[in-house]
């Protein structure tokens, strides 16, 4: 059904009446919706997380789901059972053609799908520590978080084959229409290039590592607007959900990747998932089904790739009181 303006107030207000703090709506939100409230909203008043709330389930038609949950859990509340009933929910019987089989995995606007891989791809390069004419050892991939800061992994730039003077950072290589390599837009490191790293995993760490660049080049103008920076946040990961990673395998161009989640705590750190990954894909993020960063790939198994959860590495971050850090914009 149609939701107006002055219907969508009706359930706001009906949502704070019921739900008067964010600890009350956290445990509905993720019950009922599958997702953490904090992926949904990130605001600290509760007008704003309920009205946040709500646009997100409009827009992946789970509205109805919403208010039913509310409505069955607040029985009392008048204003949720009279709105429960302005709702079609239509029972679901053995048989039917069509089911949503993943609560954790929602429907998402195709335009704006592609639209936003689109723009993600323009924040992630390949990391050149000599010319490709010379070798690829030592090859591999990041992305920006910031106007002049890339995240790779730690092991990347802790290489023989690494010496920050000679680095290249190339963006743009892509296949392009008649299928060749583009060349690019490349950036060297800034003198002071270093800003932040964690061990290797094996080592106790997270395998990270914060590379400034000598120029800003997020603030770069391409057709589809500022090239931008990808923000990374934290995720409830389960078996089977896909994942998409974006990459320069084997020094290629940029390419994508999809798998799913095959173990969602590899370790305290880590996750595991079947996505194809090959030489020189270490650093590249990781997206969940709505594109958000959420893990960072730095290995491959025997059977499985695994990458750093997002979660942890903004956690070791915080722990590090590093000068300007907040402004690099990590969580989104």
Not at 107 to 117: D, G, H, S, V
Not at 166 to 176: A, M, P, S
Not at 267 to 280: E, F, K, L, R
Request: charged share 25%.
């Amino acid at each position: 059904m149609e939701t107006t303006g002055p219907f969508r107030k009706e359930i706001r207000l009906a949502l704070l009446e019921a739900y008067p703090t964010p600890s009350d709506l956290r445990m509905l939100v993720e019950e009922t919706l599958g997702e953490p409230l904090q992926n949904i909203s990130l605001a600290n008043d509760m007008p704003t997380i309920a009205f946040d709330l709500i646009g997100w389930a409009r827009a992946r038609g789970r509205l109805s789901e919403l208010i039913a949950g509310a409505a069955a859990e607040r029985p009392r509340s008048s204003r949720l059972k009279t709105l429960s009933s302005r709702f079609e929910f239509t029972a679901r019987v053995a048989g039917e053609e069509e089911r949503v089989v993943r609560d954790d995995v929602p429907f998402e606007n195709a335009l704006q799908w592609a639209e936003k891989m689109y723009r993600s791809r323009s924040s992630v390069c390949r990391i050149e520590p000599q010319p490709l004419k010379e070798s690829n050892e030592g090859y591999g991939t990041g992305f920006l978080v910031a106007k002049d800061v890339v995240l790779t992994n730690y092991h990347v730039v802790d290489s023989q084959f690494f010496h920050a003077d000679r680095v290249v950072l190339r963006f743009d290589c892509d296949f392009g229409s008649d299928g060749k390599e583009t060349p690019g837009r490349t950036c060297g490191l800034a003198a002071d290039w270093k800003v932040a790293t964690s061990p290797r995993v094996a080592d106790g760490g997270c395998d990270y590592a914060l590379l400034r660049l000598a120029e800003k080049v997020a603030d770069d103008a391409l057709p589809a607007g500022p090239r931008g920076a990808l923000g990374m946040g934290p995720h409830d990961f389960r078996w089977g959900q896909p994942l998409f990673i974006l990459q320069h395998p084997m020094a290629r161009p940029l390419s994508l990747s999809i798998g799913t989640v095959t173990n969602a705590a590899h370790s305290p750190v880590q996750i595991a998932y079947d996505a194809n990954t090959d030489g020189g894909s270490s650093g590249s993020p990781c997206f969940n089904s709505a594109l958000r960063v959420v893990a960072l790939h730095h290995w491959g198994e025997t059977k499985q790739n695994v990458g750093v959860k997002a979660e942890s590495i903004l956690k070791d971050l915080a722990t590090k009181r590093i000068p300007g850090l907040d402004a690099l914009g990590l969580q989104s």
